[in-house]
RNA sequence: GGGGCCGUGGGGUAGCCUGGUCUAUCCUUCCGGCUUUGGGGGCCGGAGACCCCGGUUCAAAUCCGGGCGGCCCCA
């Protein structure tokens, strides 16, 4: 089945999101994908506090004159900001924009907040909605026109040292978070071309979808001074002079959600990772006359049990066992605990992996045991399955026949000079986008010429098909 | 940016070309009841739709225009 029509499916049947909702790019989250995107902001919210991040959250709205001081910035979002241009009937004075992203609207606070070197490093987060009006296909949680999980951090610092430092604890950040979450990706310095605007340089993060598409799934920028010089964020130094922070900022979207999805599901369904999934065992008793209330006890019996090292769902709606396993299969619940008359009598029970859609049968009292080792070794395997898939979607090319062989299948990487004509030239030639070159470093010169020009590759780069 | 296709109950559809018994088909879903329960069970009963606005016409799901929404292809 053709990925896109697979992923609307599962969104829909698993109910994770409505997209029935009358405007174009905007979606629905249902209760059951809402708490799958909870768990998933709970892991990242834990890691960005834990490493010195305050939470904040700042206004929706910025007014025209400050989203558009810094110009660069301004260009590279302009096409696509929302803009509210009435209060009731009245037109107001000054617009006010639907931020795309919220540098312009955090900066100018910075600049009040910061006043001596004492005050840095200054580190915040919030998690936020964002607009952006998208013209051409949007997709749930892919491309959306508002983007409802933006998980942004802003920091300042004294030094240009401290502030490099930071995109690389935010590297370590993000790597463990999707390590975590079993999302395979690379990180690519991305070429001048296609940096944030208004950045000195631009690190992000792109997995492969299954039907070969890399998706951007997370973005780290060194600002720099850019923006301290054009908000004012300055603060006075040991020695008493003033000078400019230097700033970086990072986030991740819904895409993160989108990936765990696409990643890890197959034809069955979801199948969640347990960290993340709502529900990790789904208990489904099988009736039978006569033993109707015994099966049922013990059905409660476990789920009593379980719910000391798990968070266990009982199926006790009146409806067939088969109905009930493509149910939770749909919905990829990482267990399923089934307790019929033969379990009872045994004392024992059978339980099934979502990922390898395998039962086994255990003893009644080493469930406790048994259930928590299952989601772990599900959570590595999933994992490892991902990781596999993923290096099948990273290709080697020395010539640009071989870009253009490998281009929708995943990520190519071959020699490039260095310059961005060339690099303008291989998007053309092989109808691709450049993600960048590898970060943190390169392992050296990889490839002995750029395909494009022919003279001696300076950096290894990275073209794909992207959403 | 350019081009094409499409919109009928919650989901998927028939009907549209050739306007009229359309009181709108079938599957699924949902609700109630009985019976079932080891991989999407059966029977009975019930609920639920022509995207919006305008036009043509005696008459519009059907024809025309616009809007909104969705999908696909190319740059």
């Not at 009358?22 to 998933?40: H, N, S």
């Not at 803009?83 to 107001?92: D, Q």
């Not at 003279?455 to 073209?463: F, G, L, S």
Request: hydrophobic content about 35%.
């Amino acid at each position: 089945m053709e990925f896109s029509e697979w992923y609307a499916e599962v969104l829909r049947d698993a109910e994770v999101m409505d997209v029935r909702y009358p405007v174009k790019g905007l979606y629905v989250w249902l209760p059951y994908g809402f708490e799958i995107r909870q768990r998933v902001i709970e892991k990242l919210r834990k890691r960005l506090r834990e490493t010195g991040h305050k939470e904040v959250l700042f206004p929706t709205l910025i007014p025209e004159t400050q989203l558009e001081k810094e110009a660069e910035h301004i260009a590279g979002f302009e096409d696509e900001v929302f803009w509210v241009t009435h209060g009731g009937l009245k037109e107001m004075d000054e617009k006010l924009a639907l931020r795309p992203t919220s540098e312009t609207a955090i900066y100018p606070m910075f600049a009040l907040w910061i006043r001596s070197h004492a005050d840095l490093p200054l580190k915040v987060f919030q998690i936020v909605n964002t607009f952006r009006y998208e013209t051409k296909h949007t997709r749930p949680l892919i491309r959306m026109r508002e983007i409802t999980t933006f998980k942004e951090a802003h920091t300042a610092h004294a030094t240009r040292e401290e502030a490099e430092e930071q995109v690389r604890e935010a590297f370590e950040i993000y790597s463990s978070f999707f390590e975590d979450l079993g999302i395979p990706y690379v990180a690519s310095v991305r070429p001048e071309w296609d940096k944030f605007p208004g950045a000195e340089y631009t690190v992000a993060f792109d997995t492969v979808m299954p039907d070969g598409r890399a998706l951007q799934i997370g973005t780290i920028h060194m600002l720099g001074q850019n923006f301290s010089k054009t908000f004012d964020v300055t603060f006075e130094t040991e020695e008493g002079d003033q000078e400019y922070a230097h700033m970086t900022c990072y986030g991740v979207s819904d895409r993160v959600v989108a990936s765990v999805i696409a990643i890890h599901g197959d034809e069955h369904g979801l199948v969640l990772p347990p960290d993340v999934a709502p529900y990790q065992v789904v208990i489904v008793p099988i009736l039978k006359k006569g033993m109707r209330e015994e099966i049922l006890q013990r059905a409660r019996e476990v789920k009593e049990e379980l719910s000391e090292v798990a968070r266990v769902k009982l199926d006790d709606r009146d409806m067939s066992p088969g109905r009930k396993f493509h149910y939770w299969e749909l919905k990829g619940v990482p267990l399923r605990v089934e307790i019929g008359a033969r379990e009872v009598e045994e004392d024992t029970a059978v339980v099934f992996r979502r990922d390898e859609m395998e039962r086994e049968t255990y003893s009644a009292s080493e469930l406790p045991d048994v259930v928590p080792e299952l989601l772990d070794e599900m959570k590595k395997n999933l994992r490892e399955r991902a990781w596999e898939r993923f290096e099948k979607f990273m290709h080697r090319a020395e010539s640009l026949e071989e870009v253009r062989e490998f281009v929708g299948d995943g990520i190519v990487e071959t020699g490039w000079c260095g310059s961005e004509e060339c690099g303008r030239k291989l998007e053309e030639e092989v109808e691709g986008d450049v993600l960048g070159t590898p970060y943190p470093e390169e392992k050296g010169p990889e490839f002995d010429r750029c395909p494009v020009c022919g003279e001696p590759a300076e950096h290894t780069i990275r073209v794909a098909k992207t959403y």
